[in-house]
């Protein structure tokens, strides 16, 4: 079996070309040409010289649609997964246009390069719980009506359609996972459970003495993102496609986990927070809350790391950043001429 991944060098597109690794897929990643390394999430993948041959990195863009389109002629993949967005809701406040560019054209884009190829390759479409955004009902599922409150939200509305719509018109084995939040160690440091274990663990180890946040009243359905990458493969591997949410049933406010990482850190997260305004969205998403049964039933998905465990393996690898981190500065001290300190 052959898998295309885009989004590859993110939180997720790791974990899944893990995955199918391990299940003997051959891997094939799209990758952007960037003036610094940007595999960092996949070089111990890349770097084993078993796995070596099973995983080949292209380069290309989501804004670039002939490149979409020769690949998918190149590679014929028996599926594609389509992880690759500019992923922080934050950030496509400030950048709706690219936003929406690489979120929601790109996966028109693949979807046509997929069309025109004509051969049966199964397509996943990373689908996100943002699009229930200013929910309508508690909580949410596959029936729940979307009302996105981003530009990043819109755009995988949009791509949510297409894909939907690419499965009835042309019989495409289309399927929408709907993920709710999910993080790892892996997670971008701006998102907010890598960016509260990333401080936690500095100030811990003396490396840093405040931590600016926005909205922390803000609810979120939190699971592990190793758990998750199963349920998109999952998808892909039935006999009807279809559309399924993904979650953990539990939501917490970003407060609790500040009360789990610090309280596990033995520090008050009170003397270290402050407020910036500067964190707030434009229009926020209050509470999310997913409701996985259909994922459950017919997928026989269910998440296995409780959010206690989530917290404590991100502090727990953060710890270790930190006190690498503290290692070299203390060298770095030791080892300067007198002059530059
Ligand atoms: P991530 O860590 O931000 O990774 C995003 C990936 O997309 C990176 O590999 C990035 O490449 C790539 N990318 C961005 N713009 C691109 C472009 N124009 N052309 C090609 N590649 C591009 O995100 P993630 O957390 O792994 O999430 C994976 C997908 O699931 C995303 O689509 C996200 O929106 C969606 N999602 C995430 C969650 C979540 O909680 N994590 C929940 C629901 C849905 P670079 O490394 O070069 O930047
Ligand atoms: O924010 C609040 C913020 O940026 C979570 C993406 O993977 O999940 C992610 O989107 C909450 C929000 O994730 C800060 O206002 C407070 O309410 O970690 P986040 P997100 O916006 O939920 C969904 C499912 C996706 O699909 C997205 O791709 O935390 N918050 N203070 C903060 N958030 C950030 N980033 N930084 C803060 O300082």
């Not at 409150?149 to 929408?176: D, H, M, T």
Request: with cysteine; aromatic share 12%; charged share 25%.
């Amino acid at each position: 079996m052959k898998a295309f991944v885009t989004g590859i060098t993110g939180q997720d597109g790791s974990y899944l070309a893990e995955f199918l690794l391990a299940k003997g897929y051959d891997v094939w990643g799209l990758i952007r040409r960037s003036s610094s390394f940007n595999t960092g999430r996949i070089d111990h993948l890349y770097l084993d010289p078993h796995e070596q041959p099973r995983l080949r990195l292209v380069y290309g863009d989501m804004t670039d649609g002939s490149n979409l389109s020769s690949l998918i002629s190149e590679i014929k993949p028996d599926e594609i997964y389509n992880l690759a967005a500019q992923s922080h809701v934050r950030v496509s406040f400030d950048q709706p246009i690219y936003s929406v560019n690489a979120g929601a054209l790109g996966t028109l884009r693949l979807l046509e390069a997929l069309r025109s190829c004509n051969l049966p390759i199964k397509f996943y479409q990373a689908s996100s719980s943002e699009m229930y955004g200013k929910v309508v009902e508690t909580p949410q599922s596959e029936t729940t009506p979307f009302y996105p409150r981003s530009p990043y939200a819109c755009a995988k509305l949009y791509s949510y359609w297409q894909a939907v719509n690419y499965r009835e018109a042309y019989g495409i084995f289309a399927c929408n996972g709907i993920l709710f939040n999910h993080e790892s160690p892996r997670r971008g440091e701006t998102f907010v459970t890598r960016k509260i274990t990333r401080a936690a663990t500095r100030i811990k180890c003396g490396l840093q003495d405040r931590l600016y946040l926005g909205n922390l009243d803000a609810k979120r359905d939190w699971g592990f993102a190793g758990d998750y990458v199963e349920a998109m493969w999952l998808m892909l591997q039935q006999n009807q496609p279809d559309d399924y949410v993904i979650a953990t049933g539990q939501t917490r406010s970003v407060r609790e986990f500040l009360d789990e990482v610090f309280g596990y850190l033995d520090l008050d997260w009170n003397q270290y927070v402050r407020i910036d305004p500067r964190y707030f969205r434009p229009s926020e998403v209050d509470l999310l809350l997913g409701d996985a049964s259909k994922a459950r039933r017919v997928l026989n998905w269910q998440p296995r790391v409780s959010f206690e465990q989530l917290a404590r393996m991100m502090v727990d690898a953060d710890m270790e950043l930190a006190r690498r981190e503290r290692v070299i500065q203390n060298h770095g001290k030791e080892g300067a001429a007198p002059w530059s300190q």
